[in-house]
């Protein structure tokens, strides 16, 4: 036993990584000379989570050999953390009545998830053969819009009433641990069904037996309704330290609850969604890489499109200053040096402010405060680049005005870039639309074109051209 | 009751912000009053986290006049709660030995986390007056390396051993569960200390008392050294949906867990971090908007100096080709709209790859392959944006001649950028430096000089000049 021990300790200091790579290659080697009980063995200590990946990562008419592997409750598990397109290739692949079992197993948050993948058809036809319970069930999270609580929390909790004694209460959490998705949160509700209270196992097993569940429940509830988006209930859920959050219904009845794993996965997938807008990629989630590639290029073409259009007024203004351009050639040289560093400082402000607002640090209340405090940042950055950018000119052509010109255009650019970048995230926000959309290229861009106005501008005025 | 119940339900209706704003606005207006009995009454069915977030909105002269009206207990969670600098008031502001009692309850966790922020020589003093054990737990934990797992770990956890039954490891749980962070997953140690299973509270209240741990323990386990990366341990944690992941030493000994509660405020700051650094903002954590401003200023000055340097590189270059632009003036209408276009769509590249590589979706393994798949893509868009790009010009200045150099121009720097924004991320990821150092705008200014490059000897080869 020791061994043992020291073994999968030792395991550990190859790296979780290593270890992925080294199941997943004996595990294909196993396969091709058709070693189907070394394969097994390969497979005992692993983890559900890493033989998912392993087969994940084998040819595709090995994948439902590899699964035929598992015992009935390893399979549930492990097909549940498989990506939707390996779900699906397996359920084509096998018997109906395999495709069942596992079915009417799966935990109703991750079957209502493989279900929003599956074509209509096969839904439908799946449905109607799971078990009476499993199918209202799924039928009730898949009634609920896209990205709400409702879609992804769990039916599956336990519910107590307040008359009942711990002792019965433990009675309930331990006939039920085998089935529900968590035992260490327990809601409690009356007669109709309403949320009344909580009590957590951990104070379960602290209380006296013969004490009710009314004597030692938290009465003082956080809960999100079915339609709060789903982020919400996540963050509610990271703010208060719980390891789930109770859903209720319009008539406030307990419908389901989302449990912290799930809560985890949901931040991690839209702050995911958030940094590819923020990098002017459209994505629907976080598996760039695997997403399909002609898919990811529409997204991306159609968003260049739209900053393609906004550079398009520079070639516009510069165009208007041609007369000004031909007689001070040498402004054209410092005409990127003032795009890229004032885009820059502009998407600075939108970057914190867009996270800020995203993580409910800031809320529009504080717009006007923000927006101050960004555009003194940006008259300090402004003052300080200004003059780096005076002795640099000046050194490059040697034309103390043409120096002066680019110092003051970036000054002047550094201010403006940082009241844009933080009063448009605000602006978006205030009419209901992502900041996120305000990202850091758009910024760039939009300061772009101001700063080429301003640019001429000013060459104008102290050039007297 | 019911009453009650339909209050605090009714209460989520008007959102939990808006509560947590009332809440405030009546807090500050009774201490305003003096009615210090009235405000205790009005914290009463409030959450700590969230009265820790209305004590730091109140002005600082109240701020330990609110704190003072909690019960001891209630006092040592708000405490937890409040931000390091609010922390460090009350620590100046109250007796010593109320400070001694506060500084012994906490969690050492979160007391190693305030301890870090405080001045080294109070550190030393309120060392000095801890407990022993409590003592002890701290300084075990500020031995650690900062953003290590030793460093966040908690020393409270439940151990037990592979001979106990069942019984006695309940018996166990149950008496240390005031004290302890979890008692929801406890770890089997041998005798000497070293970890060789785990149990779940849940598998021990299913199994039979008289069972021994040994008999139901899982030997199969995941953990982590005192000086894996902090963010690794909670990625770790949020693979393998844990409520905890136990932390060994170099001798494999149990040292601390690490809660999942830590985990999520782990991810959440590490993202900020990534995300603000791929703004161009270098920031600590996450809490931009609360950090001293000339810390901030500082650090973002620092980056746009460098930004600066290398954009400088671009004037290098135009004024090396003047004489190409004096002949063709026209060619500096278009240097934003190739600057911005080429820039973003580099920058759509290095935002995936870094998120991917963060979120390790991809990793170094296929550094090749993501160049290849971006690449392809930056081929396309810049096809797609070529051919509009050559219309748009056309259209502006009526030169067939012009427009394909524009056109020609885009499609080189899309190629170009993509190769540039995929490959600097892995090559970073590859030395062992964040990748997130490769953010969008570094990228876009690198993209910026190489599209200047390109341009301008493009236009030399089709205009003859």
Not at 201 to 211: M, S, T
Not at 411 to 422: E, K, P, R
């Amino acid at each position: 036993m020791n061994d043992n021990n020291n073994l999968s300790v030792s395991k550990q200091s190859i790296s979780r990584r290593e270890l992925q790579k080294l199941v997943q290659t004996q595990l294909k080697m196993l396969l091709e000379v058709n070693n189907l009980e070394g394969a097994k063995t390969v497979l005992v200590p692993v983890l559900p989570v890493d033989i998912a990946d392993a087969i994940e990562g084998l040819p595709k008419a090995m994948q439902a050999i590899a699964f035929r592997l598992l015992s009935k409750d390893e399979a549930i598990e492990v097909y549940e953390h498989l990506e939707p397109k390996v779900q699906q290739l397996l359920i084509e692949d096998f018997k109906r009545q395999d495709v069942l079992d596992i079915m009417d197993k799966m935990s109703p948050d991750d079957r209502a998830k493989l279900f929003e993948e599956l074509p209509a058809k096969v839904v439908r036809r799946l449905l109607a053969q799971l078990s009476h319970e499993e199918r209202e069930n799924t039928a009730l999270l898949l009634g609920y819009k896209p990205n709400t609580a409702g879609r992804i929390m769990t039916p599956e909790y336990i519910s107590l009433k307040e008359g009942w004694t711990v002792d019965r209460a433990l009675e309930r959490a331990r006939r039920l641990a085998p089935t529900t998705e968590t035992i260490y949160s327990l809601y409690v509700t009356d007669a109709v069904h309403r949320l009344s209270g909580y009590v957590s196992l951990r104070n379960l097993v602290i209380a006296k037996p013969e004490q009710t569940i009314g004597e030692i429940m938290d009465r003082n509830l956080v809960c999100v309704h079915t339609d709060t988006d789903r982020e919400e209930a996540a963050r509610l859920l990271q703010r208060y330290d719980f390891l789930a959050i109770p859903v209720v219904d319009a008539e406030k009845r307990l419908v389901g609850i989302i449990t912290v794993d799930d809560a985890i996965d949901i931040l991690h997938e839209e702050t995911s969604k958030d940094i590819h807008i923020h990098g002017g990629v459209q994505s629907g989630g976080d598996r760039y890489f695997h997403s399909p590639f002609y898919s990811i290029i529409r997204r991306r073409a159609l968003w260049l499109i739209v900053v393609f259009i906004i550079s398009c007024l520079a070639s516009v203004i510069i165009q208007a200053q041609e007369k000004v351009l031909e007689q001070a050639i040498i402004l054209a040289v410092f005409i990127p040096l003032l795009m890229d560093t004032g885009g820059d400082v502009g998407s600075q402000s939108s970057t914190v402010v867009i996270r800020g607002l995203n993580t409910r640090e800031i809320d529009s209340h504080k717009a006007l405060w923000a927006i101050r405090r960004e555009a003194i940042a940006g008259a300090l950055l402004g003052l300080m680049l200004g003059v780096v950018a005076i002795v640099w000119s000046y050194f490059l052509q040697g034309d103390l005005l043409i120096a002066l010109v680019v110092g003051l255009t970036l000054l002047v650019i550094s201010v403006l870039s940082t009241i844009v970048g933080t009063a448009l995230p605000f602006l978006f926000s205030f009419l209901g639309l992502d900041p996120a959309l305000m990202s850091a290229p758009f910024i760039t861009t939009i300061a772009d074109v101001l700063g080429v106005l301003v640019y001429f501008y000013i060459a104008k005025l102290i050039l007297n051209l």
